[in-house]
């Protein structure tokens, strides 16, 4: 019960903190009155998209809740895997589900509304320093990172506490503890509503963004002014854009990982408890991979506190500092709990979390050299987009090859010393759970890697304010903006890189868990067939799902860009029909204020500053809102009906007596989907950050400079162009549709059986 009291009272500390940070941050001056207009025009866009997105995903969730509860209802005689009827287990994994989508919905929504209140006083700040603009958007991160895992650690600890007294933990603390093994599996509901947020707000959001993105590169390069300049016409879309598809969403998806791994590590805990007669203390060892993390949000606030620079110092390494003050705290607490909690095997399973915590410092170091400025690989690409496009493209991908490489030797390192020396503990199945606990200090520092994530997103957004304001009269603020942008992609690229691969070990500690419970529910020795055409078949259907996945959402998306850059063309002129005519008047007509750039004017974005209370202003905002949430539904139905429609069908089709015949094809399916998602997103993520600081590594005055006429500078934006909806759109989106399948899988593992 203390360690429950303790998980719980922290997450409410961290809330108090996240609300310390956001008045910090709201109290900075929000700059003058050009800025304030324009943080207005961007803040309504949105808030009136989120607004939509909310409840579309809010309704989707509901149906798949309805799902859960018809499913257990229908299922009532066949029995549960955990210790209670399968209609009490139903109840409590469809209260679980709801209260996951709530937070994960909170987290989206408490990173947006601190990302655009704080990008106009990062605006502000720019004009003072680089170290107070810095400072003002890694505490507004620090206020996202925060709430997200206080949120997943309430939400398990706060579950988890109520099951348990509902167990009689009061009246019956005997009945109560003998239970608590079996308290874990009444849980992946919880998960599973958190994912499935997460993957609508990615399909919706991210869509937007990169499609916005995309339409005011067009407009930049049919109407003159570039994707950054305050005359294009897009440009509005794509700073709401930022805010939408970059903060919310990783917010939730943060908070959904985090869960998960803890969930997974819980119930490997449990496992580990039953085949280990020698163990004390169930609770102890289930409840140490909640309170281990809780650590991390203490260490986040003195992460967060000493980050400081100056204009001699690399912003990075500012950064850089506070992570290592983040890392080295928890990994001391982690110790110490461990200490606390796993008497004898304190030492093997507390070295199991530090492996993990080191392993995330190395990555951050990955990262940097293969995304900033300053090293071989982005300059490589730069120096190839002087041989055209084509080439730059080429080495993009070459660079993103060669890091994935090297983060799969650390993760790998990391691993396996960690199963090395919980083996050494002579538990049965203490490796496994060593794996575990190191996936586990990997995301030591989840609140301030989230404050790293959610900067790159507020310093993109505070650089596309200060381009519509005072860029053209003030270079040196604009330099200071683009330095502070370039920053925040590499930290984005980080945390990208960091979820894709602890989001991969994840799942597989789900798979690992998924197999156990089979093997648990029949007389199949623990082993698969190779022989079983089964695997093969899901091993297929696996890659499969993927593709089809893939191909929904890059179909989605290439639809919203069609429609997005049709309007565009008519506007400015160019005609989209093969007749040649030009139509008019439609909604990006009215927020260009213009007729178009056939009559030789480029539309101004500054006029639209002056009214920010008229629709027309945000038609740009609506036309992109209309195809990003058209382009949720088909993914979803797709990226889960799939795996579900696989599993249920194997088992209809399954006349052997083993349970775990028609399981062979699942774990094929989602070892397969696993391995091949989690790969494609880490290229995704690293050649598209490593694109864009070429492009950024140009602007500032390499190989010709960021000028329109020069062709390597062109060559740069066609790359930056091509990977900006891999590392914003796909390769999240992969990452939110693994964790929503491997809970999908869990959650609905007895109707598979």
Known sequence: MTELLLICAF??????????????VLGRPAGDTELVRAAALVSGGVVRYLRRQTVVTLALSALVGALVFLAYGIAY????????????H????????????????????????????????????????????LQIAIRAGAVSGSVSLALALLGLGGLYLGIFLYAGALSDPGAALAKVPSIPLLLPGFVLGAALVALLSHLGGSVFAKVADLGAAVAGTLAG????DADNPAMLADLVGDNVGDGAPRAAAVMAGSATESLAAMVLAARLYRDNPSLTSATALVLFPLVARTFSLLAAWFGVAVVRTDDTEVPMNALA????????????????????????????????????AVCSLAFLYAAQYFTEQRYRPVREIAEAGRGGP???VLRGFAVSTEGVIVLLLIVTGSLIGAHHVASGTGLEGGGLFGVALAIGGMLGSTPYVLALDSLGSIADCAGGIVDMTVANERPDVRARARLLDAVGTTARAFAKSLGSVVTAMTCVLLLAVFLGEVWATGDAPPSLDVASPRLYLGAVAGLLSLLVFIWAVLRRFLGAARDLVNEIR??????????GEVARGSAVGALLGASGRGEGRAPDLRRVLTDPVQDAQLACVEIVSRASLRAMLGPLLLGLGLPLLTGVVLRLLSTEDSVSAPAEALVAFLMVATVAGSLGSLLFTNAGSAWDNAKKYIETGAHGGGEADNP??????????????????????????????????????????
């Open 11 to 24: 997450a409410l500390l961290g809330v108090v903190f996240a609300t310390v940070a956001a008045r910090w």
């Open 321 to 356: 500092r506070g992570l290592h003050v983040t890392t080295l705290l928890f990994a001391v607490g982690a110790i110490g709990c461990a200490k606390w909690l796993l008497g004898e095997h304190w030492l093997a399973f507390g070295s199991c979390v530090v492996l993990g």
């Open 90 to 133: 139903g109840t409590v994994t469809t209260i679980a589900f709801i209260v996951g989508a709530a937070f994960a919905a909170a987290s989206s929504w408490v990173s947006s509304w601190t990302g655009r209140h704080a990008a106009t006083r990062v605006a502000a700040g720019v004009r003072r320093s680089l170290d107070d603009s």
């Open 225 to 228: 002014p570039l994707d950054d």
């Open 712 to 753: 390597t500078y062109v060559a740069a934006i066609i790359g930056d162009s091509i990977g900006d909806p891999l590392k914003g759109a796909i390769g999240p989106a992969t990452q939110a549709w693994l964790l929503t399948l491997s809970a999908l899988s869990l959650v609905f593992l007895p109707f598979f059986l």
């Open 390 to 392: 084509t080439l730059a």
């Open 77 to 88: 005689q066949t029995g549960s895997l955990s210790e209670v009827g399968a209609r009490e």
């Open 570 to 579: 008519t506007q400015i002129g160019d005609s989209v029909d093969q007749g």
